[in-house]
């Protein structure tokens, strides 16, 4: 009995961490399902980048990479790289609210929506608040003692593991515009934002390569900071990119916008 509670006990992080993504990914395919029964086909490429983002997150917080990162920086480092950063990207690529919206019944689609256009989410969506909540975060977990205090606090790991990917995915559809937003900011605050977090991530990452966090062994923290800054940068050009295709879009669109005729 002891000792099966103690196999519970240990797997109960990676489990807690990975079911939700799990049932997220059941949930897609299913509503896929649906809304193809209802309107036209929903787009097989949403399907992969739902399918592969959902993927990255469950391979970040469970199983040998996740394992792995419990006493290997440079694991750690890339199973956050997968959580908080390409998992949020693909998974927004996915359009999953507006999937969720053609698969539930108007009546909820219309409460749901209400709540979207809220000043709470209004907040929550800023560009400003969601970088705080992610290049923020990530200041305050290697360059304090919380990130070895992460490993031996089950309660620590869950919440930051769940921090990191919210966070990352908060930021990722605050930059760019994939799915329906009632709080649309302008392209020029967004583009100004972007860099600021840039810019605090690339220092945190070189922060890292320089001063490792506690007990983590130098060699490791180098090769953590450039897994850091490199793959980070390779995300973040993505993103760059589908922001200036979006930006360039608009304003060719509003170029061959006819005035109208004065009286």
């Known amino acids: 009995m002891i000792n099966a509670l103690e196999s519970f ?20 395919i299913s509503a896929v399902v649906i809304s193809n029964q209802r309107y036209r086909k929903w787009p097989f490429y949403r399907i992969i980048y739902g399918t592969v983002g959902i993927l990255c997150a469950i391979i970040a917080v469970a ?15 890339l199973s956050h790289l997968l959580l908080g950063m ?39 969506s800023d560009p400003a608040i969601t970088s705080l909540l992610n290049i ?18 089950t309660v620590l790991h869950l919440f930051i593991h769940i921090h990191v990917f919210i966070a990352g995915y908060l930021f990722t559809i605050s930059m760019i515009f994939i799915d329906p937003v009632p709080h649309r900011t302008s392209y020029m605050y967004r583009s100004i934002i972007f860099v ?11 922060y890292i390569y320089a001063n490792p966090p506690a007990h983590v062994p130098a ?7 450039m897994i850091m800054y490199y793959g ?18 608009s304003a060719g669109s509003r170029a061959f916008v006819k005035p109208t005729a004065s009286k």
Request: net charge positive; with cysteine; aromatic share 10%.
């Open 9 to 28: 006990n240990y797997i109960t992080p990676q489990t807690l961490l990975a079911l939700p993504f799990l049932f997220g990914l059941i949930f897609y």
């Open 63 to 77: 199983g040998p990479l996740a394992d792995l990162g419990h006493t290997d920086f440079t694991a750690h480092m």
């Open 86 to 124: 390409l998992a949020p990207l693909l998974i927004a690529l996915s359009a999953p609210m507006t999937l969720l919206l053609r698969t539930i019944p108007i009546t909820l689609a219309r409460r749901f929506t209400y709540i979207l256009k809220s000043k709470t989410m209004r907040i929550i």
């Open 136 to 153: 923020g975060g990530l200041w305050i977990l290697y360059t304090t003692n919380l990130y070895s205090m992460m490993h031996g606090n």
């Open 196 to 206: 600021i977090a840039l810019a605090g991530h690339g220092i945190l990452s070189k």
């Open 219 to 225: 060699a490791q923290a180098e090769t953590g900071g």
């Open 232 to 249: 980070g940068d390779a995300i973040d050009i993505i993103l760059i990119f589908i922001l200036c295709l979006h930006w360039f879009k």
